[in-house]
């Protein structure tokens, strides 16, 4: 199978992606089976308050999904979400009940505190060289080092957090948890970025084609740099609302969410190898593990069965990928070549 | 001779290491220097070793395997649950074994015949061999393993704990087998550039699975090597082991991207993250300084050769900028 | 690559292997099942003049509720004039326990006072310990009874779940449906806590007006997971009351789930919790009570058995009195058990008088 072409690549890619558009049907079709699956087995799944509640358990996913997207089309990874959420959150909560005149400005300084956190990532992994996967997982440890060693141990408790933070969780608007809300924002607003901005175009050549994406005179490490820092910003801001929705804060907010977030990536059809799938995508693969863990509960069905659907569910996920991709790319070499015969 | 220095630059990078960590740790702690303490320490990381070795050739083929801490856990329940059921060991240790290969060539048919992503296929089975893993076992753990079972757990070489000469024996196959077989040569080709190696008719695929079999036979051997120091089995054994597994790896030298590394830097990078943990845990560091020091080693080591080449260009621009300016 | 390397490489492989076999062929005939040096004894303690060494060390370091455990054993190892230390890793995995031990063991204390987070995979480790002349105590989690000297537990697994279900009924005084949330199959103490309160339930007329769901779930101690099963389970059970957890992360968060779906006060969630944690739920109404015993006096009644233990003071025979000072006296029981039992209801009556 020889590699397509950057711009081959580029067509493929993006939001009129065909591929994309059948692999988002694909998640779609999913979770349309897991839909009727739990309804025929109990049929309280179905209704709205359920459907509202899966999508507030799934909020939280969908936004840290959606950073760590920004990260994989570029056929990189961004191991150390769970460590940057955590810290974030503990360090803006416990600063804010110490100060509380700074209430105000918690969101600014979570997402500032993220991206630089973030920079750090995308400097490792551009200018050092370090591999990604390496890079993130040696941060992982660095930044959960770093929050157990300011934290030492306390807690910030319900009532330190600042009075609107204290009270978002049970904010609904349009019969809709305000978290919700802010996800569909956050979702939209990555992804418009990415279909918009020259930024997000130049994102999936990278991710398509590094050494090409070279030769067209892409500035490749600034395009890295700029996803981590994005993926770190939005991974600050998550974990203030993980923290406002948790209430009792200590350093191990978000441990190991890393994985959940991946396999929602994957789930929603984000290319692990980059340059392919889409931020929609990838929240709605965090739906399909928020119905997952739902409807287990509903079913009264234990831990281990989470475990091991969840993991054939991601398997498969990627199975259908691979076929889908292999179709579109027959299809399009197809009409390459007759278009150039023509 | 400064050419074999050059290719072992890594290596020795390591020894140097060790050998600091050792001087620091014998600072840090009065109770290092004990050579029994020493070996039961280095018995502690044999499970961890273990599944570094397996892990270390499908890494060299450009792949990766993150589901090896939950392969541990399966080995380590059917052990417990064969022992416990009265099936004598020699007959328990290759059908476990057989079993955890067979779960590790799962992860390599995905990989090399369906021609998945090895991280998204591994991300998946870690959690479904964990599920696993806690069905066979059930709600509590499984104890009351026979002698036989935890024989190896207590028995000594000399001063050296049976396991620790289990793994030095695991660690040289592993490099004969990449070192002097056509598996090896056929590996480091696969890892430099698997389209080329597949016109060169190498075996792509089947090479693949071996490696993901021999990952997961190392995972079943160390869940062996679990039950003979621990002397029981739960579902979790073993959860997160994999981030210590592949900083070994790595640290050893082995490219991520595959196509490079040796058995030696493998073995000598366990060695070193032995001596810093024991040197902490024996002088009580606490945890937080723990996780942060292996973190920035891993930084340190994989960042810092490029780091000296940036600086040096740095610095070599300004001086030729300032030749220049002066010869101008 | 040049066809000369391969043939250098397969060499030094195969001497390698050659070596490797040779060599390990008289090493196995070695083969001995005595540990070297196993019979280095602690130093004797009672000798007195050297202070006594005592190690604490927690399931993992970083949680609120060890760390006020904490605080009870240094004020014992301050009074007692013990060399103390608190020992442990971040991470809250079996392997790192066991090579906290491994190496606690290396540096000769007299006694250690552990939270076992797998009490029988760190078993052999503290059996390494008892064989060194180090005594051994368990608190909060015990270990397989083999391998510690006493274990303080906290509150009986019989009286924990009565407690847990009396401030169930405090929550809910017309009983309804409980559901439980324990951190993993793998906890014994939750395990038996379950078992005890589905046992109460069934056959106990105080708490006859429950019913319970069957299935336990598992939030493994992490905050945003217990609150997703707490929302779930709320979905899945329309006539849910109470949610009752072990954990002392799950039963706080759960609380928080329940206020974040505007049930605050409809439905309740139970069980341990630090007060610390729920004295905004109790104050604002929400939640009418908690449970749980002091951390930090558990933590010193530990560490004074211990250091008891180190001096000969006192044995494990059943019926032993420990005398803890301000502590009050305890007796060992079955099997080197001892029972500390002072649970502690937090409601809105008494829970500004703690402060941890």
């Not at chain 2, 990952?215 to 120091?229: H, R, S, T, Y």
């Not at chain 2, 597994?245 to 032995?274: E, H, N, P, W, Y």
């Not at chain 3, 054993?73 to 060399?83: P, R, S, T, V």
Request: with cysteine.
């Amino acid at each position: 199978m020889s590699e397509p072409s950057v711009l081959e690549r580029l067509r493929l890619s993006g939001s009129g992606g065909a591929a994309l558009r059948v692999r988002f049907i694909g998640v779609l079709a999913f979770q349309v089976l897991l839909i009727v699956v739990f309804t025929a087995l109990n049929p309280r799944f179905i209704g709205w308050d359920n459907a509202q509640s899966i999508l507030f358990t799934a909020a939280i996913l969908a936004m840290a999904a959606a950073g760590q997207t920004l990260v994989v089309l570029t056929g990189n990874l961004d191991l150390s979400v769970g460590s940057i959420m955590g810290l974030c959150a503990y360090v803006v909560f416990d600063v804010t009940s110490q100060a509380p005149w700074l209430a105000g400005l918690t969101v600014p300084f979570a997402v500032a505190l993220g991206a630089v956190l973030g920079l750090a990532n995308g400097l490792l992994v551009t200018y050092l060289k370090i591999p990604s996967m390496v890079a993130t997982l040696g941060t992982l440890s660095v930044y959960r080092g770093l929050v157990s060693f300011y934290a030492n141990a306390m807690e910030v408790t319900s009532g330190e957090l600042p009075q609107w933070m204290r009270t978002l969780a049970t904010v609904r608007w349009l019969g809709l948890s305000s978290y919700v809300w802010i996800a569909v924002l956050v979702v939209v607003l990555v992804g418009l970025a990415l279909s918009l901005l020259p930024w997000g175009r130049k994102l999936y050549a990278l991710g398509s084609n590094a050494r090409a994406a070279y030769y067209y005179g892409l500035n490749e490490n600034g395009i890295l740099v700029g996803a981590y820092v994005a993926a770190g910003g939005i991974a600050g801001f998550v974990g203030l609302l993980l923290g406002a929705q948790v209430g009792n804060i200590n350093s191990l907010l978000a441990s190991g969410i890393e994985m959940q977030v991946l396999a929602a990536v994957v789930i929603g059809g984000v290319s692990i190898w980059g340059g392919s799938g889409s931020v929609y995508g990838a929240a709605l693969g965090a739906i399909v593990l928020a119905t997952i863990n739902n409807g287990l509960v509903l079913l009264g069905v234990q831990e281990f069965y989470r475990l091991l659907i969840q993991g054939l569910a991601i398997v498969a996920a990627v199975a259908v990928d691979a076929l889908v991709q292999k179709r579109v790319l027959t299809a399009t070499r197809r009409r390459v070549i007759l278009e150039v015969a023509a | 001779m400064s050419r074999v220095l050059r290719s072992f630059s890594a290596e020795l990078l390591l020894v140097a290491l060790i050998v600091l960590a050792a001087i620091w740790s014998s600072q840090l702690s009065p109770y290092f220097l004990d050579l029994n303490n020493l070996m039961n320490s280095a018995a502690f990381f044999v499970v961890f070793g273990l599944m570094a070795f397996g892990l270390f050739p499908v890494v060299v083929q450009g792949e990766i395997d993150i589901s090896l801490a939950s392969t541990l856990a399966v080995a380590s329940v059917l052990f417990a649950k064969l022992s416990v059921a009265g099936v004598p060991v020699l007959v328990a240790l290759p059908v476990v074994l057989a079993a955890t290969a067979l779960l590790g060539a799962v992860n390599g048919v995905l990989v090399a015949y369906a021609g998945l992503p090895s991280l998204a296929v591994t991300l998946g089975t870690l959690g479904a061999y964990r599920g696993v893993a806690y069905l066979l076992a059930g709600d509590a753990g499984v104890t009351g393993l026979t002698p036989e079972y935890t024989f190896l757990g207590l028995s000594w070489v000399g001063v050296v704990p049976s396991t620790v000469v289990l793994f030095l024996i695991f660690a040289v196959v592993i490099g004969v087998l990449m070192e002097a077989t056509r598996f090896g040569r056929y590996s480091y080709a696969i890892g430099s550039n698997p389209d080329a190696s597949r016109t060169a008719a190498v075996p792509v695929r089947q090479t693949r699975v071996i490696a993901y079999a021999v990952a997961g036979a190392a995972a079943g051997l160390a869940g062996f090597v679990w039950v003979n120091q621990y002397q029981s089995a739960r579902g979790d054994n073993a959860d997160g082991a994999i981030l210590f597994v592949l900083t070994a790896v790595v640290l050893g030298g082995v490219s991520i991207k595959g196509g490079s590394g040796r058995a030696l830097g493998v073995l000598l990078s366990t060695l070193l993250l032995a001596t810093i943990q024991t040197g902490m845990k024996l002088a009580n560091v606490p945890g937080t300084s723990q996780t942060l020091v292996i973190g920035l080693l891993l930084i340190a080591s994989t960042g810092g050769p490029q780091l000296v080449t940036l600086l040096r260009s740095a610095f070599g621009r300004v001086r030729r900028t300032s030749v220049s300016t002066a010869g101008g | 690559m040049t066809e000369s390397a391969f043939t250098r490489r397969r060499f030094i492989g195969i001497a390698a292997a050659a070596g490797a076999a040779a060599a390990a062929v008289p090493l196995l005939s070695a083969c001995t099942t005595t540990a070297p040096g196993a019979a280095t004894a602690a130093g004797s303690a009672s000798a007195g003049g050297a202070k006594l060494k005592v190690f604490m060390a927690p399931k993992f370091t970083g949680l609120a509720y060890f760390e006020v455990a904490r605080k009870g054993g240094e004020d014992a190892g301050k009074e007692l004039g013990l060399d103390f230390q608190y020992i442990g890793s971040d991470k809250a995995e079996a392997t790192e326990q066991i090579a906290t031990l491994t190496n606690a063991v290396a540096q000769k204390p007299n006694a250690l006072v552990v939270s076992a987070i797998d009490g029988d995979a760190v078993a052999p480790a503290l059996r390494q310990a008892r064989s060194a002349g180090i005594k051994v105590v368990t608190y909060d989690a015990d270990a397989a009874a083999d391998a510690r000297d006493l274990f303080v537990n906290q509150l009986s697994y019989e009286l924990a779940a009565q407690t847990m279900l009396d401030a169930a009924l405090l929550n809910s005084p017309e009983g309804g449906l409980v559901a439980f949330i324990s951190a993993s199959p793998t906890a014994p103490n939750h395990t038996a806590h379950v078992k005890f309160m589905k046992q109460n339930i069934d056959t106990n007329p105080k708490y006859s007006k429950f019913k319970y769901v069957d299935t336990v779930q598992f939030a493994a101690d992490d905050a945003q997971k217990s609150q997703d099963i707490a929302l779930n389970l709320m979905q899945a059970h329309p006539d849910l009351k109470v949610i009752i957890s072990s954990s002392a992360v799950s039963a706080p968060a759960a609380e928080q789930a329940i206020i974040n779906a505007g049930k605050g006060g409809k439905v309740f969630a139970t069980g341990v919790a630090l007060p610390s944690s729920v004295k905004d739920f109790i104050k604002s109404g929400n939640s009418k009570a908690f449970m749980m015993w002091d951390p930090a006096e558990l933590g010193y009644v530990a560490t004074v058995a211990a250091a008891q233990l180190a001096q000969g003071k006192i044995t494990t025979d059943k019926g032993t009195k420990i005398d803890c000072g301000k502590a009050g006296t305890y007796e060992v029981g079955e099997a080197g058990e001892v029972l500390y039992n002072k649970p502690l209801m937090f409601t809105a009556d008494n829970i500004d008088q703690y402060s941890f």
